[in-house]
């Protein structure tokens, strides 16, 4: 495995790469081959991915293969690392001023060099884009699994063949995971085996939040009452919200932790009570969460934002924090005010005014029965139950896949029951 830095590598894989031997404490011989091909970094947001691949890690082996990086002057070459948690990050290195033809050329002899040799294993290929189906189509792996986390086509800058690719992996997929109700209602029509798994809690991690931390020290002199929100910063925030609150109430912090992407970052509203932290780590989250005093999630109603599952809900119920959202459909069906009139465990509004009013109540109602209320619904939900889940539906396809190597992959009936994970 090399850990060089870019612009050390020779061309081609990374050397003493080796997919054949990638033991972990609770597999020592892992025989199945995890690919993952994702549009995400791995060191950028640790969110869904993240949670379910370090846990497929602990047994089998895990390769997480970016898109690539582009610098002028070089050869391409893959670099790779172990993380902690053990699962082998793939980063395509490849000279800047590729045509889109050539690109998608070097991507896929690097993907070959990466798992030549391994042809006596199972493979699985997980994909969250298909896009990568422009350099990975090729391959036949055991097991195809497309776990849909957005509709990334209705995101800002969606490639042009993105639903075309997708119609493609859909037909090859022998499994397809959906991160919302929402996006499982948009794909159960169009696969035979569709099953839905909401963001789900890593609760132990976001409930040290409520024992009190020291205050990070960007975070240490925000007054108080502080108002947070953690995430990616892009096309799905409704800016003109924050700043419309944070206007609204001069007397409020609103801190907002977070890469900014695909947005122009002098677009962002810029008042004194509105605190731009930037991205943090993982490991960070809960210093931070334990001194806000409400979380918000100003998400805009739009295209990218209809079929979103926030995973932040649950993390900010985890951290005691009461949170208000603006109306996404799965808040509000997961997490809002219920139909019959109950109580839901997230406060919705959609306007600045009623985002205001639903703010200052959550500010002054009780917590300890709120709280209780949380930790019911937590204790059903958690990341290892939904990993657990799907990798008891990838055994019994994988095992029914593998146990006639000559045979194509079974072909579903379109009337086939759809199963749902039991937690929706």
Excluded at 363 to 378: C, E, F, G, I, N
Aim: overall charge negative; aromatic content about 8%; hydrophobic content about 45%.
């Amino acid at each position: 495995m090399s850990d060089a830095l870019p612009g050390t590598a020779t061309a081609g894989v990374s050397p003493g790469t080796s997919l054949n031997s990638h033991p972990t404490a609770a597999n020592p011989s892992p025989s199945t081959l995890l690919l993952c091909l994702s549009h995400l970094r791995w060191d950028f947001v640790f969110q869904r991915p993240q949670h379910l691949l370090t846990r497929a890690a602990r047994t089998r082996s895990v390769v997480f293969f970016e898109e690539p990086h582009f610098d002028a002057g070089i050869a391409p070459r893959l670099e790779t690392r172990n993380t902690p948690e053990g699962v082998i990050v793939a980063v395509p290195y490849l000279p800047a001023g590729l045509s889109p033809v050539e690109v998608t050329a070097a991507q896929r002899r690097l993907l070959d060099e990466l798992v030549a040799g391994v042809a006596d294993r199972s493979m699985i290929a997980w994909f969250y884009t298909p896009m990568a189906l422009e350099f990975a189509g090729h391959l036949k792996p055991d097991l195809t699994v497309y776990d849909c986390m957005d509709e990334l086509s209705a995101f800002r800058g969606a490639p042009p063949r993105m639903l075309e690719l997708e119609q493609e992996l859909l037909s090859r997929a022998d499994l397809v995971f959906t991160g919302g109700r929402s996006l499982y209602e948009a794909k159960r029509g169009r696969h035979a085996r569709v099953s839905c798994f909401p963001s789900s809690i890593d609760a132990t991690h976001f409930i040290a939040a409520r024992a009190g931390c020291d205050d990070p020290e960007d975070q240490a002199d925000i007054p108080h009452p502080r108002i947070g929100f953690f995430g990616v910063v892009d096309e799905r925030m409704d800016t003109g919200l924050v700043g419309a609150l944070a206007a609204a109430r001069p007397d409020w912090s609103f801190v907002m932790i977070g890469p900014v992407v695909k947005i122009d970052p002098a677009e962002l509203p810029r008042l004194p009570n509105i605190h731009w932290l930037g991205g943090k780590g993982y490991p960070e989250l809960p210093r931070y969460l334990a001194g806000w005093d409400a979380g918000f999630m100003p998400f805009a109603l739009n295209e990218s934002t209809r079929f979103i599952s926030p995973t932040k809900t649950p993390e900010f119920l985890a951290a005691g924090l009461p949170v208000v959202s603006t109306p996404i459909t799965d808040v509000v069906r997961d997490w809002g005010p219920k139909e019959d009139g109950g109580l839901g465990l997230v406060e919705i509004a959609d306007e600045p005014v009623a985002f205001a009013a639903a703010l200052q109540q959550v500010l002054s109602q009780p917590r300890a029965p709120w709280l209780k209320q949380v930790d019911r619904r937590l204790a059903r939900i958690s990341w290892d139950r939904t990993w657990a889940e799907m990798d008891g539906q990838i055994a019994a396809a994988l095992r029914a896949a593998t146990a006639q190597p000559a045979s194509p992959a079974p072909v579903f009936s379109a009337n086939a029951t759809l199963r749902r994970a039991s937690h929706v």
